[in-house]
């Protein structure tokens, strides 16, 4: 069900009173708190469960708005929000004297971006600041894709989830880090490096993340409840047969699942082609959490380099990482 304009009003008298919000985008779900009021963004953190000092994205109604949040705009980051905004696109530059601290984690960077949802725009819009938002989940577990999950998730302790529908995109917004000398891939999403040469002429250049403090570049984040591990796809299905005599398992797969499975064993069929698979993923690992599974087997589903298929196999990797105690 999508949201009436009176939901959208009661958003804004929340997020104006320092009350946080679930919103959606078409990358995840945020958990939304007006960008400028300190006590309101540290309710997102608390909420969450995520420690302090780590930097939210701050997420502007209009492009002109870098301006205001970021002290310097280089002009590839002028291209790239030209290009891509509103848009699964987060640009990390360094922030002006408006940004909180407790928004950038104390760095000297902010994160910002505009995204596409028209619902999260018009209560930006109506608000009149910007909305610090991570993903409307618990700290280190998988980003919601639905309105549901955010209320599953965080429903008791969140006054208001507006339902935009699933999210279009269905994995996090790719970040570009403009702060240093050349422009560095942070996180990949749905927008590649291969699209922002072709329509930003801006060359991104990706490295690890090793050495960055934040979410997401730890090696265990975006990870289900149950243990994953991934199979290729010529594995896929001997290795749940091994798994499914020991414990309870779901697979992750594409394409058609063989009729002869063990009863026990739970099957969410993700989408074909790279969007379809970001748009599946998430959903996919919450469903078989739901269903009490042990193990997740997934595929390691074959992607087309320069797609948003990428950042499909970087989140399941994370997933299967080894987890800290
Ligand atoms: O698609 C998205 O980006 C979603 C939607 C809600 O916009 N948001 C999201 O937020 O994924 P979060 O907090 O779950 O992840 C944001 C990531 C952090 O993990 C951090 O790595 C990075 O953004 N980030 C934010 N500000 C940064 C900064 N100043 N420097 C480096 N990285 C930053
Ligand atoms: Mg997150």
Not at 62 to 74: K, S
Not at 162 to 178: F, N, Q
Request: glycine share 8%.
């Amino acid at each position: 069900m999508v949201e009436q304009s009176a939901d959208v009003e009661r958003a804004v008298r929340l997020l104006a009173a320092g009350e946080v919000v679930g919103l959606p985008t078409e990358t995840v779900y945020g958990l939304a708190a007006d960008g400028s009021n300190d006590s309101a963004v540290r309710k997102v953190f608390s909420i969450k469960g995520r420690p302090p000092g780590h930097p939210v994205i701050l997420h502007v109604a209009q492009p002109d708005d870098v301006h205001r949040y970021a002290h310097a705009v280089p002009p590839e980051a002028e291209r790239l929000l030209r290009a891509f905004w509103p848009g699964p696109l987060t640009l990390v530059l360094p922030r002006s004297a408006l940004v909180p601290d407790v928004v950038t984690g104390g760095l000297p960077t902010v994160g910002l971006r505009m995204p596409a949802h028209p619902l999260f725009l018009e209560v930006a819009r109506r608000l009149g600041r910007p909305l610090a938002a991570p993903s409307a989940n618990r700290f280190g577990r998988v980003s919601p894709t639905r309105a549901e999950h955010v209320r599953l998730d965080l429903g008791k302790d969140v006054p208001l989830v507006l339902d935009g529908g699933p999210c279009a995109v269905g994995v996090e917004s790719t970040i570009v880090d403009l702060s240093g000398k050349s422009p560095r891939l942070r996180r990949p999403g749905g927008i590649t490096p291969e699209d922002m040469l072709e329509r930003a002429d801006v060359r991104v250049f990706v490295d690890d993340g090793e050495g960055l403090p934040v979410p997401g570049s730890l090696p265990s984040h975006y990870a289900p409840r149950a243990t994953v591990v991934l199979a290729a796809s010529g594995e896929l299905w001997q290795r749940v047969r091994t798994e499914a005599l020991r414990r309870r398992v779901g697979v992750v797969h594409r394409g058609a699942a063989p009729p002869d499975l063990p009863d026990s064993v739970a099957t969410v069929r993700v989408g074909e082609s790279e969007q379809e698979l970001a748009h599946d993923l998430y959903a996919a690992l919450r469903s078989l959490d739901e269903q009490g599974v042990e193990l997740v087997v997934s595929v390691i589903p074959e992607v087309a380099s320069g797609s948003v298929g990428e950042a499909v196999l970087d989140r399941l990797k994370r997933a299967s990482a080894p987890r800290p105690e």
